[in-house]
Protein backbone atom coordinates (compact mmCIF):
# COMPACT_ATOMS: atom_id res chain seq x y z
CA UNK A 1 0.00 0.00 0.00
CA UNK A 2 1.14 3.35 -0.68
CA UNK A 3 2.22 5.58 2.49
CA UNK A 4 0.94 9.34 2.37
CA UNK A 5 3.12 10.40 5.77
CA UNK A 6 6.44 9.79 4.65
CA UNK A 7 7.99 13.40 3.25
CA UNK A 8 4.73 15.20 4.64
CA UNK A 9 5.58 18.38 6.12
CA UNK A 10 3.71 17.74 9.70
CA UNK A 11 3.13 21.31 12.17
CA UNK A 12 1.89 19.99 15.80
CA UNK A 13 1.23 22.23 18.87
CA UNK A 14 1.27 21.00 22.10
CA UNK A 15 3.84 18.72 21.74
CA UNK A 16 5.95 19.00 24.63
CA UNK A 17 4.64 15.46 26.15
CA UNK A 18 1.86 13.13 26.14
CA UNK A 19 -0.33 12.90 23.59
CA UNK A 20 0.85 15.58 21.00
CA UNK A 21 4.81 13.76 21.71
CA UNK A 22 3.37 10.38 21.01
CA UNK A 23 1.63 11.94 17.56
CA UNK A 24 5.02 13.70 16.89
CA UNK A 25 7.22 10.46 17.38
CA UNK A 26 4.86 8.39 15.65
CA UNK A 27 4.78 10.75 12.63
CA UNK A 28 8.58 11.41 12.47
CA UNK A 29 8.92 7.34 12.39
CA UNK A 30 7.02 7.03 9.59
CA UNK A 31 9.01 9.24 7.98
CA UNK A 32 7.14 12.96 8.55
CA UNK A 33 9.37 16.03 8.74
CA UNK A 34 7.88 17.08 11.51
CA UNK A 35 8.11 20.70 13.87
CA UNK A 36 6.57 20.58 17.12
CA UNK A 37 5.24 23.41 19.14
CA UNK A 38 4.81 23.76 22.83
CA UNK A 39 4.60 26.71 25.73
CA UNK A 40 6.92 24.55 27.64
CA UNK A 41 9.97 24.88 25.57
CA UNK A 42 12.33 22.10 27.79
CA UNK A 43 9.58 19.55 26.92
CA UNK A 44 9.43 20.30 23.31
CA UNK A 45 13.11 20.40 22.64
CA UNK A 46 12.93 16.96 24.73
CA UNK A 47 10.69 15.65 22.22
CA UNK A 48 12.27 16.89 19.09
CA UNK A 49 15.99 16.05 20.30
CA UNK A 50 14.46 12.50 21.48
CA UNK A 51 13.18 12.07 17.39
CA UNK A 52 16.15 13.05 16.04
CA UNK A 53 18.44 10.74 18.32
CA UNK A 54 16.66 8.40 16.65
CA UNK A 55 17.50 9.13 13.05
CA UNK A 56 14.57 11.12 12.23
CA UNK A 57 13.53 14.48 11.42
CA UNK A 58 12.23 16.99 13.96
CA UNK A 59 12.62 20.61 15.17
CA UNK A 60 10.91 22.16 18.54
CA UNK A 61 10.13 25.36 18.99
CA UNK A 62 8.84 27.29 22.00
CA UNK A 63 5.31 28.25 21.30
CA UNK A 64 2.13 29.31 22.80
CA UNK A 65 -1.12 28.62 21.04
CA UNK A 66 -3.13 31.76 22.62
CA UNK A 67 -0.43 34.08 20.46
CA UNK A 68 -0.47 34.24 16.50
CA UNK A 69 2.44 35.76 16.32
CA UNK A 70 3.89 32.08 18.13
CA UNK A 71 2.06 30.16 15.87
CA UNK A 72 2.95 32.02 12.41
CA UNK A 73 6.17 31.13 13.54
CA UNK A 74 6.00 27.98 14.32
CA UNK A 75 4.66 27.96 10.99
CA UNK A 76 7.19 29.58 9.28
CA UNK A 77 10.03 26.94 11.07
CA UNK A 78 8.65 24.35 8.90
CA UNK A 79 8.34 26.53 5.56
CA UNK A 80 12.35 27.32 6.14
CA UNK A 81 13.77 24.29 7.66
CA UNK A 82 11.52 21.37 5.61
CA UNK A 83 10.00 23.22 2.54
CA UNK A 84 6.42 24.03 3.75
CA UNK A 85 3.40 22.82 5.84
CA UNK A 86 2.04 20.18 4.72
CA UNK A 87 -0.29 19.22 7.83
CA UNK A 88 -0.82 21.32 11.12
CA UNK A 89 -2.26 19.31 14.18
CA UNK A 90 -3.89 21.57 16.52
CA UNK A 91 -3.52 19.34 19.38
CA UNK A 92 -2.57 21.71 22.53
CA UNK A 93 -6.27 21.79 24.99
CA UNK A 94 -6.99 21.60 28.67
CA UNK A 95 -10.08 20.05 30.16
CA UNK A 96 -11.04 21.94 33.23
CA UNK A 97 -14.28 20.17 34.29
CA UNK A 98 -16.27 21.76 36.63
CA UNK A 99 -19.93 22.70 37.75
CA UNK A 100 -21.01 25.94 37.25
CA UNK A 101 -21.37 26.06 41.54
CA UNK A 102 -17.43 25.27 41.39
CA UNK A 103 -17.73 29.12 39.52
CA UNK A 104 -14.86 31.05 42.30
CA UNK A 105 -12.45 27.96 41.87
CA UNK A 106 -12.38 27.50 37.99
CA UNK A 107 -13.26 30.87 36.63
CA UNK A 108 -9.80 31.39 35.50
CA UNK A 109 -9.25 27.75 34.19
CA UNK A 110 -12.23 28.34 32.37
CA UNK A 111 -10.80 31.80 30.70
CA UNK A 112 -7.44 29.30 29.81
CA UNK A 113 -9.36 26.68 28.36
CA UNK A 114 -11.56 29.33 26.09
CA UNK A 115 -7.99 30.62 25.28
CA UNK A 116 -6.14 27.88 24.47
CA UNK A 117 -9.20 25.39 22.94
CA UNK A 118 -10.67 28.16 20.87
CA UNK A 119 -8.24 30.57 19.96
CA UNK A 120 -5.20 28.68 20.01
CA UNK A 121 -6.81 26.08 17.89
CA UNK A 122 -8.04 29.20 15.77
CA UNK A 123 -4.24 30.88 15.33
CA UNK A 124 -3.29 27.04 14.32
CA UNK A 125 -5.51 27.51 11.82
CA UNK A 126 -4.72 31.36 10.29
CA UNK A 127 -1.17 30.61 10.61
CA UNK A 128 -0.98 27.41 8.51
CA UNK A 129 -3.32 29.22 5.79
CA UNK A 130 -2.01 31.35 3.95
CA UNK A 131 1.02 28.79 3.10
CA UNK A 132 -1.46 25.74 2.69
CA UNK A 133 -2.98 28.25 -0.13
CA UNK A 134 0.14 29.60 -1.78
CA UNK A 135 0.95 25.84 -2.03
CA UNK A 136 -2.24 24.69 -3.31
CA UNK A 137 -3.00 21.93 -1.21
CA UNK A 138 -2.90 21.28 3.15
CA UNK A 139 -4.38 19.25 5.83
CA UNK A 140 -5.41 20.50 9.33
CA UNK A 141 -6.22 18.63 11.92
CA UNK A 142 -8.16 19.83 15.05
CA UNK A 143 -8.46 17.40 17.84
CA UNK A 144 -11.73 17.79 19.39
CA UNK A 145 -14.42 15.87 21.53
CA UNK A 146 -16.99 13.95 22.44
CA UNK A 147 -17.80 16.52 24.98
CA UNK A 148 -18.50 18.70 21.60
CA UNK A 149 -21.17 16.59 21.11
CA UNK A 150 -23.84 17.74 23.64
CA UNK A 151 -24.03 19.83 26.68
CA UNK A 152 -24.13 18.08 29.18
CA UNK A 153 -23.39 18.95 33.44
CA UNK A 154 -19.93 19.83 34.87
CA UNK A 155 -18.43 20.42 30.85
CA UNK A 156 -20.55 23.92 30.40
CA UNK A 157 -17.12 25.42 29.33
CA UNK A 158 -15.12 22.68 28.46
CA UNK A 159 -18.24 20.55 25.88
CA UNK A 160 -18.56 24.76 24.75
CA UNK A 161 -14.83 24.93 23.59
CA UNK A 162 -14.81 21.55 21.88
CA UNK A 163 -17.97 22.41 19.97
CA UNK A 164 -15.98 26.18 18.45
CA UNK A 165 -13.85 23.48 17.08
CA UNK A 166 -16.09 21.56 15.63
CA UNK A 167 -17.38 24.79 13.77
CA UNK A 168 -14.25 26.09 13.07
CA UNK A 169 -13.28 23.25 11.45
CA UNK A 170 -16.51 23.18 9.08
CA UNK A 171 -16.29 26.42 8.03
CA UNK A 172 -13.13 25.92 6.94
CA UNK A 173 -13.79 22.57 5.09
CA UNK A 174 -16.38 24.57 3.18
CA UNK A 175 -14.35 27.70 2.91
CA UNK A 176 -11.08 26.14 1.78
CA UNK A 177 -13.19 23.12 -0.75
CA UNK A 178 -9.99 21.54 -2.98
CA UNK A 179 -7.51 23.60 -1.18
CA UNK A 180 -7.48 22.67 2.47
CA UNK A 181 -9.08 19.37 3.85
CA UNK A 182 -9.95 19.55 7.22
CA UNK A 183 -10.23 16.60 9.73
CA UNK A 184 -11.77 16.78 12.82
CA UNK A 185 -11.01 14.20 15.91
CA UNK A 186 -13.23 13.59 18.91
CA UNK A 187 -11.69 11.24 21.40
CA UNK A 188 -13.61 9.70 24.08
CA UNK A 189 -12.08 9.35 27.32
CA UNK A 190 -7.89 8.46 27.38
CA UNK A 191 -6.03 8.23 30.30
CA UNK A 192 -2.49 9.15 29.77
CA UNK A 193 -3.03 12.29 27.71
CA UNK A 194 -2.12 15.03 30.53
CA UNK A 195 -5.77 16.18 30.22
CA UNK A 196 -7.12 15.32 33.56
CA UNK A 197 -4.71 17.09 35.46
CA UNK A 198 -6.78 20.23 34.62
CA UNK A 199 -9.90 18.88 36.32
CA UNK A 200 -11.19 21.12 38.37
CA UNK A 201 -14.01 19.51 40.11
CA UNK A 202 -13.38 14.86 39.80
CA UNK A 203 -16.98 14.75 40.47
CA UNK A 204 -17.86 16.88 37.10
CA UNK A 205 -17.12 13.78 34.85
CA UNK A 206 -20.95 12.91 36.05
CA UNK A 207 -22.37 14.45 32.77
CA UNK A 208 -20.25 12.02 30.29
CA UNK A 209 -20.88 8.60 32.46
CA UNK A 210 -24.26 9.49 33.36
CA UNK A 211 -25.95 6.58 35.01
CA UNK A 212 -22.99 4.41 34.40
CA UNK A 213 -20.99 6.07 36.81
CA UNK A 214 -20.63 3.01 39.30
CA UNK A 215 -19.56 0.83 36.61
CA UNK A 216 -17.12 3.18 35.67
CA UNK A 217 -15.79 3.71 38.86
CA UNK A 218 -15.23 0.04 39.05
CA UNK A 219 -14.08 0.11 35.87
CA UNK A 220 -11.36 3.03 36.94
CA UNK A 221 -10.52 0.95 39.82
CA UNK A 222 -9.26 -1.97 37.78
CA UNK A 223 -7.10 0.27 36.06
CA UNK A 224 -5.31 1.74 38.75
CA UNK A 225 -5.11 -1.87 40.29
CA UNK A 226 -3.27 -3.05 36.60
CA UNK A 227 -5.99 -5.96 36.33
CA UNK A 228 -8.63 -7.43 34.03
CA UNK A 229 -9.80 -8.07 30.75
CA UNK A 230 -10.69 -4.10 30.61
CA UNK A 231 -7.19 -2.88 29.94
CA UNK A 232 -6.65 -5.30 27.20
CA UNK A 233 -7.23 -3.38 24.01
CA UNK A 234 -7.92 -7.19 22.27
CA UNK A 235 -10.84 -7.98 24.42
CA UNK A 236 -14.26 -6.19 24.01
CA UNK A 237 -15.09 -4.86 27.40
CA UNK A 238 -11.64 -2.94 26.99
CA UNK A 239 -13.10 0.07 28.82
CA UNK A 240 -10.50 3.49 28.12
CA UNK A 241 -8.11 4.14 25.10
CA UNK A 242 -4.46 3.66 25.64
CA UNK A 243 -3.08 7.49 23.84
CA UNK A 244 -2.01 5.23 20.93
CA UNK A 245 -5.10 4.51 19.43
CA UNK A 246 -6.09 8.09 19.21
CA UNK A 247 -2.93 8.83 18.08
CA UNK A 248 -3.35 6.20 15.07
CA UNK A 249 -6.58 7.87 13.93
CA UNK A 250 -4.54 11.35 13.73
CA UNK A 251 -2.47 9.28 11.27
CA UNK A 252 -4.91 7.24 9.61
CA UNK A 253 -6.61 10.97 8.77
CA UNK A 254 -3.19 11.86 7.51
CA UNK A 255 -2.47 8.98 5.55
CA UNK A 256 -4.04 9.64 2.62
CA UNK A 257 -3.97 10.25 -1.27
CA UNK A 258 -4.64 14.46 -1.17
CA UNK A 259 -7.90 13.70 -2.77
CA UNK A 260 -9.45 11.82 -0.10
CA UNK A 261 -10.31 13.61 3.13
CA UNK A 262 -11.21 12.18 6.54
CA UNK A 263 -13.87 14.50 7.81
CA UNK A 264 -14.41 12.85 10.87
CA UNK A 265 -12.82 10.77 13.42
CA UNK A 266 -14.82 9.19 16.52
CA UNK A 267 -13.00 6.42 18.51
CA UNK A 268 -14.03 4.55 21.27
CA UNK A 269 -12.97 1.63 23.60
CA UNK A 270 -15.57 -0.90 22.72
CA UNK A 271 -16.75 -1.23 26.40
CA UNK A 272 -16.33 2.54 27.06
CA UNK A 273 -19.23 4.35 29.77
CA UNK A 274 -19.25 7.67 27.69
CA UNK A 275 -22.75 8.43 27.07
CA UNK A 276 -22.12 10.84 23.99
Known amino acids: MSDHIAGKTIVITGAGGGFGRLVAQKAATR ?56 VMV ?27 NIKGVLNGMVAA ?35 AVNFLSESLRMEARGKIKVTTVKPTGVPGTGLAGAIVNPAAVVGIVGHNMPDFMQAMGEMREGAGSRLDAAEI ?14 LHAIDQPWGVSIGEITVRAAGDHYIL
Open 90 to 116: NNAGIMPLAFFSDHAAAHAAWSRCIDI
Open 129 to 163: YDPMIAAGRGQIVNISSIYGNFPVVGAAVYGASKA
Open 237 to 250: DYAALAPEHIADAV
Open 31 to 86: GALVTCGDVDEAGVRETADGIVASGDKAQGLAADVTRLEDLVALVGASVEAFGGVD
